[in-house]
């Protein structure tokens, strides 16, 4: 009786059907998962519906399979709930960006007219940075290249490197900060 209360306090928080669907766009059976983690193939289906929770040494098994971490693997199980943020805006040598933060990334939607320069952009923690040129022409200097993007080009790079923008012509741009995960 306490597994089964156990089981569904927790199905309102985890939805383990997610596993489900990562092994069939992954192409894999019941089975080949079962062989590649070690578990049964009774486990693995009584945990894609839902009718058993998960525990850690498990989710790392089948995380494994799935080239992910047991952390990442459980976070896809959490009950599906859309983030919902608002826009902030600010300018900073002569660039306009509206940007929305999340906790492991930010999307930055930019605008600069030509000769605009932003030799210190916002501070970077240890992220990688995807720039995008959505119109116009976009110069970025490292501390080794100098990197010139058009319309439709982007430049992804470690971003706690020195790094600036230019716009060499009237431009209009996406920058993503992706966290980089922390394995130690």
């Known amino acids: 009786m306490a597994e089964n209360s156990s089981v569904s306090a927790l199905s309102g928080m985890f939805d383990f059907s997610i596993l489900r669907e990562i092994r069939k766009r992954e192409g894999l059976t019941l089975d080949e998962v079962a062989s590649r983690s070690g578990l049964s193939i009774a486990v693995i289906s009584r945990i894609e519906r839902n009718q058993t929770s998960a525990e850690l040494e498990t989710l790392y098994k089948l995380g494994r399979v799935f080239g992910m971490s047991a952390t990442d693997l459980l976070a896809l199980t959490e009950s599906r709930m ?7 805006s600010y300018q900073s040598d002569g660039f306009q960006f509206r940007v929305v933060r999340y906790a492991n990334h930010s999307c930055f939607l930019g605008e600069a007219k030509a000769g605009a320069r932003i030799r210190k952009p916002e501070i970077h923690h240890d992220d990688h940075e995807t720039c ?17 993007l058009g319309a439709g080009e982007s430049l992804q790079f470690d971003a706690i490197q020195e790094h600036s923008y230019e716009a060499v012509e009237d431009s209009r741009l996406i920058l993503v900060h992706v966290k980089k995960r922390k394995r130690y």
Request: glycine share 4%.
């Open 132 to 148: 995008w040129v959505i119109e116009g022409r976009l110069r970025v200097e490292l501390p080794h290249e100098t990197v010139e």
């Open 82 to 88: 859309a983030h919902r943020k608002v826009e902030d």
